[in-house]
């Protein structure tokens, strides 16, 4: 069981948009910073969005992040089939002890 | 380019010790916390350890808290993960990744291609 929970799942069709939802508490996504990442089978992860909603210079500007309390959002626009991945929220949770925490992950099938 | 390259995955008998290691380059290593996160088959991500720059804060998952031990020796690049008592739910594709900062708690933008552990008998 993730501490931050996503959906394990989401679908759409190519030229579509789509989001992903991550939730969590406020040790944790509210008050702290939220990364997303991609991850294609077989290969390691790769940030996507960080704080919040910042993208790295290499990725589109298809991808977008948003936060509101203790949820996050990712969302992606004009959907390709090479978006078609896992994409995992993450937070640091600061309660007894700092740790880091991953949701369950989200499979992306663009349709 | 910054590249994380993780080495020392194999299989290992339940009770059982493994040493991994990682080693950076492109990049200023020791300004940089690093962290070891671990893939189970067929699963999602879970985050196992996290060591400041100077090695001043480390932290570990629950699970593996007291089996496992993260430490660095910034005048090679290198990160390693001590992991003793291996237990069959420690199998999984082992990741090195860097923070953005020097201190733990950051976004994690550039990882290793992983080093895979199987602990079965």
């Known amino acids: 069981q993730s501490v931050l929970t996503q959906p394990p799942s989401v679908s759409a069709a190519p030229g579509q948009s789509v989001t992903i939802s991550c939730s969590g508490t406020n040790s944790n996504i509210g008050n702290n910073y939220v990364s997303w990442y991609q991850q294609f089978p077989g290969t390691a992860p790769k940030l996507l969005i960080y704080?919040?909603?910042k993208r790295p210079s290499e990725i589109p500007d298809r991808f977008s992040g948003s936060k509101s309390g203790t949820s996050a959002t990712l969302g992606i626009s004009g959907l390709q089939t090479g978006d078609e991945a896992d994409y995992f929220c993450?937070?640091?949770?600061?309660?007894?002890?700092?740790?880091?925490?991953f949701g369950g992950g989200t499979r992306l099938t663009v349709l | 380019e910054a590249q994380l390259v993780e080495s020392g995955g194999g299989l290992v008998t339940p009770g059982g010790s493994l040493r991994l290691s990682c080693v950076g380059s492109g990049f200023t290593f020791k300004s940089y916390s690093m962290n070891w996160v671990r893939q189970a088959p067929g699963k999602g991500l879970e985050w196992v350890s996290s060591i400041s720059g100077s090695s001043t804060y480390i932290y570990y998952g629950d699970s593996v808290k007291g089996r496992f031990t993260t430490s660095r020796d910034d005048a090679v690049n290198s990160l390693y993960l001590q992991m003793d008592s291996l237990r069959a739910d420690d199998t999984a594709t082992y990741y090195c990744?860097?923070?953005?900062?020097?201190?733990?708690?950051?976004?994690?933008?550039?990882w290793g291609k992983g080093t895979t552990v199987t602990v079965s008998s």
């Open positions: 704080d919040n909603y």
């Open positions: 990744a860097s923070n953005n900062d020097f201190w733990t708690e950051g976004y994690m933008d550039v």
């Open positions: 993450a937070a640091w949770d600061r309660t007894l002890n700092p740790r880091c925490v």
